[in-house]
């Protein structure tokens, strides 16, 4: 008996949990099922980490989960390549070629066979069309991304030093992603000074502008007004309610006509699927190219397609909006295809998919951290701070790691990495 084709395009948050917990599944069975994976990056970084690969407070190298590791010690199969289209008739998608930086074709496009198909191709940073956005500024949406930003945040921090300037960043976006950076930012200054780097952090400037009223939308106002306040004692400069019309090389242009000069310029503003989503043979999307799904996560015109995380748009009943683009809902849209998907290749029914708000924490790498516990358990609604909201913040990172690499493995490289602070310079230095 052959076995059943799952084929998860996504190796962010949702779409390597539900590979390798599948995979390991499969193994245990008798390989009922062949799991894979397509990714066009080679290795998973955790995406709320991000921002500190972005700004060098984290090494890349130590925190990336590398896909064929993975898969082999999970038990499903890797390959490497970008989504190019689907044909839902034959139920196949079409990989798109891989080529070398200098042009090289590394592997043809190739086409992948289904009986389930999972899209989880995350989401990225939506310029809505500002000018300029495109040809000046850095987005951090991937590994790759927050790789080169780094190099050239360093580069640019050698040359205010070596040349006697003012590093100026303008950050686009006061959400969590723009929040974070701005703190790691500040971070890697003054901890660079003790390599060396006297006075770089007089020398460098950051701006961090939302369009909103506030910081942080979608925490509670108490948070946002002690997160703008912890910023603005770094020396971050804040602007609320201001809009960019545009970016330039020498910064961004505001609706009031305003100025704001940045040197090094970042877009963490807005939240959209990529586009590829919206022309994926026939499959219904939202404005923001999210695929619409039933509560079951199946895609609304195709049963045999999925769509979990960031890239798919699912308003539960009773409710006005769609989920939000977070990784809690990843996580909770993961598990929930894992304890099911299996029954249904055997053709039962999936349950409605229901979502617990267990809240959300935002960090100042080493300077504070503040969570609203939301909606469920004991202390629903509370806020905290401090260390327990560090704390709170990196068990996040580490039972993410643990569902990846079992308890103990996972236990491990918590060890290693605790090792390292010790052991390794707190900032990137190569």
């Known amino acids: 008996m052959q076995p059943q084709q799952i084929v998860i395009v996504g190796g962010g948050v949702a779409g390597l949990e539900v590979a390798t917990a599948l995979g390991r599944r499969s193994a245990r069975a008798g390989r009922t099922m062949a799991v894979t994976l397509v990714d066009r990056d080679s290795a998973h970084v955790w995406k709320p980490m991000l921002h500190t690969i972005a700004a060098g407070t984290r090494d890349v190298s130590q925190q990336q989960t590398t896909f064929l590791a993975q898969a082999r010690d999970a038990g499903f199969t890797y390959q490497p390549g970008e989504l190019a289209g689907l044909d839902r008739a034959t139920r196949e998608l079409r990989i798109a070629p891989l080529h070398a930086p200098d042009g090289r074709l590394l592997v043809p496009a190739r086409r992948l066979a289904y009986d389930a198909l999972v899209l989880a191709i995350g989401s990225e940073a939506n310029d809505f069309g500002t000018p300029g956005v495109a040809a000046?500024?850095?987005?951090?949406?991937?590994?790759?991304?927050?790789?080169?930003?780094?190099?050239?945040?360093?580069?640019?921090?050698?040359?205010?030093?070596?040349?006697?300037?003012?590093?100026?960043?303008?950050?686009?976006?006061?959400?969590?992603?723009?929040?974070?950076?701005?703190?790691?930012?500040?971070?890697?200054?003054?901890?660079?000074?003790?390599?060396?780097?006297?006075?770089?952090?007089?020398?460098?400037?950051?701006?961090?502008?939302?369009?909103?009223?506030?910081?942080?939308?979608?925490?509670?106002?108490?948070?946002?007004?002690?997160?703008?306040?912890?910023?603005?004692?770094?020396?971050?400069?804040?602007?609320?309610?201001?809009?960019?019309?545009?970016?330039?090389?020498?910064?961004?242009?505001?609706?009031?006509?305003?100025?704001?000069?940045?040197?090094?310029?970042?877009?963490?503003?807005?939240?959209?699927?990529?586009?590829?989503?919206?022309?994926?043979?026939?499959?219904?999307?939202?404005?923001?190219?999210?695929?619409?799904?039933?509560?079951?996560?199946?895609?609304?015109?195709?049963?045999?397609?999925?769509?979990?995380?960031?890239?798919?748009?699912?308003?539960?009943?009773?409710?006005?909006?769609?989920?939000?683009?977070?990784?809690?809902?990843?996580?909770?849209?993961?598990?929930?295809?894992?304890?099911?998907?299996?029954?249904?290749?055997?053709g039962d029914k999936i349950p409605a998919f229901s979502y617990r708000d267990f809240g959300a924490l935002v960090s100042l790498g080493d300077y504070d951290a503040f969570g609203s516990l939301g909606k469920f358990g004991l202390f629903k609604g509370l806020t905290i701070r401090g260390r327990l909201a560090q704390l709170s913040h990196a068990l996040l990172y580490r039972s993410h790691q643990a569902r990846l690499f079992g308890f103990w493995r996972g236990g491990l490289l918590w060890l290693v990495d605790r090792l390292n602070t010790r052991l390794r310079a707190p900032i990137r230095l190569d």
Request: include cysteine.
């Open 136 to 346: 000046h500024c850095f987005k951090i949406d991937s590994r790759l991304q927050a790789d080169a930003f780094n190099r050239e945040v360093r580069l640019r921090m050698l040359q205010c030093l070596a040349q006697d300037e003012t590093l100026s960043i303008g950050i686009v976006g006061g959400g969590a992603t723009g929040v974070e950076l701005a703190a790691e930012l500040v971070q890697l200054a003054q901890a660079a000074v003790a390599y060396g780097a006297q006075g770089l952090p007089a020398r460098l400037s950051i701006t961090l502008i939302e369009s909103g009223p506030r910081l942080l939308a979608a925490f509670p106002q108490d948070i946002s007004a002690a997160t703008q306040a912890r910023l603005e004692a770094l020396g971050v400069r804040v602007r609320t309610a201001t809009r960019v019309t545009e970016a330039t090389a020498d910064g961004f242009t505001l609706a009031d006509g305003g100025q704001v000069t940045a040197s090094l310029k970042v877009w963490a503003a807005g939240v959209k699927a990529p586009g590829l989503l919206a022309r994926l043979d026939g499959l219904e999307a939202s404005h923001a190219n999210q695929l619409l799904v039933h509560p079951s996560l199946q895609t609304t015109r195709d049963p045999r397609i999925f769509a979990i995380g960031d890239c798919a748009s699912l308003t539960l009943p009773g409710n006005q909006r769609p989920l939000p683009p977070t990784a809690q809902v990843a996580h909770q849209q993961a598990q929930h295809l894992i304890r099911h998907l299996p029954g249904w290749l055997r």
